[in-house]
C-alpha cells in the first residue's frame, strides 16, 4: 500500500504539535495518521547525560531510535502499530499505547524528526519550523507552567542547562534538511500543506 510520508521538525516551542493539529483538523480525513516522536523517549531517562545534574531530555541520545525507526517502518509497510504513551509530568513512558496506522498519509512530529539519515530517507517532504528563541523560550514557558505541572525555577534552570544548548548543537543543524522552513505565518504554512495532503489523497485513492 503506497503511504506518503511527511516529516516536521523545529525546537521546543516552535508549534510543531500545533502545526499538524492545524493541518489535521483542515484535511479532516481518518486515512491521515500523526506519530509523535516524543512518545519514543527512552523508557527511563539517560542519566548519562545529565548537565549540572539536570536530567537531559534534548539530547539525541534520549530517543528509543530502535522501536521509533522499526515503528515508522512498519506504518510505512501499511500496518497498525501501538505507538507508546508518553507521561510529561513523571517524565516516562506509561503502560498505555495508542494505535497509528494503516493510513495513506503519516505525518511524524517532533524535534530530532529529522536527525538521523535513515528516519530522513522514509520521508517525502520535510519542514522544520524555524521559531526565534525568546518566542520559543516564552511558549515553552506557559506550556510547561500550564499543562506540565512544573514551576518557573525548574523551567528555566532546564532551559539554560540542557533546552537552548541542546538546540544549537544538535538541533539548529538539521534545518538543513528541510524542503521546507516555515516561520511565523504557520496558518499560510498549514493551509498549503493541507491543501498538498488532499491531492495526494485524491492521488492515491486512484
Not at 82 to 99: G, I
Not at 111 to 134: A, G, Q, Y
Request: charged share 25%; with cysteine; aromatic share 10%.
Amino acid at each position: 500500500m503506497p503511504i506518503y510520508i511527511i516529516g516536521i521538525a523545529g525546537g521546543s516551542g516552535s508549534g510543531k504539535t500545533t502545526f499538524t493539529q492545524k493541518v489535521l483538523s483542515q484535511v479532516n480525513d481518518s486515512k491521515v495518521g500523526v506519530l509523535h516522536q516524543d512518545s519514543y523517549y527512552l523508557p527511563r531517562p539517560p542519566t548519562h547525560l545529565k548537565i549540572n545534574n539536570e536530567l537531559n531530555f534534548d539530547h539525541p541520545e534520549a530517543f528509543d531510535w530502535e522501536l521509533f525507526r522499526s515503528h515508522l517502518e512498519q506504518v510505512r509497510e501499511g500496518k497498525r502499530i501501538e505507538s507508546p504513551v508518553y507521561d510529561y509530568n513523571s517524565s516516562r513512558r506509561t503502560a498505555k499505547t495508542q494505535s497509528v496506522g494503516p493510513c495513506k498519509v503519516l505525518i511524524v512530529e517532533g524535534i530530532f524528526t529529522l536527525w538521523d539519515e535513515s528516519i530522513r530517507n522514509l520521508f517525502d517532504l520535510k519542514f522544520f519550523l524555524h521559531v526565534e528563541s525568546d518566542i520559543r523560550f516564552i511558549r515553552r514557558l506557559f506550556r510547561d507552567l500550564k499543562d506540565r505541572n512544573r514551576t518557573l525555577d525548574d523551567i528555566i534552570r532546564q532551559y539554560y542547562d540542557t533546552v537552548r544548548p541542546m538546540h544549537q548543537l544538535y538541533l539548529e543543524p538539521t534545518r538543513q534538511y528541510a524542503d521546507i522552513i516555515v516561520g511565523e505565518e504557520t496558518d499560510t504554512a498549514a493551509a498549503m500543506l493541507s491543501a498538498m495532503i488532499k491531492q495526494k489523497l485524491y492521488e492515491l485513492k486512484s
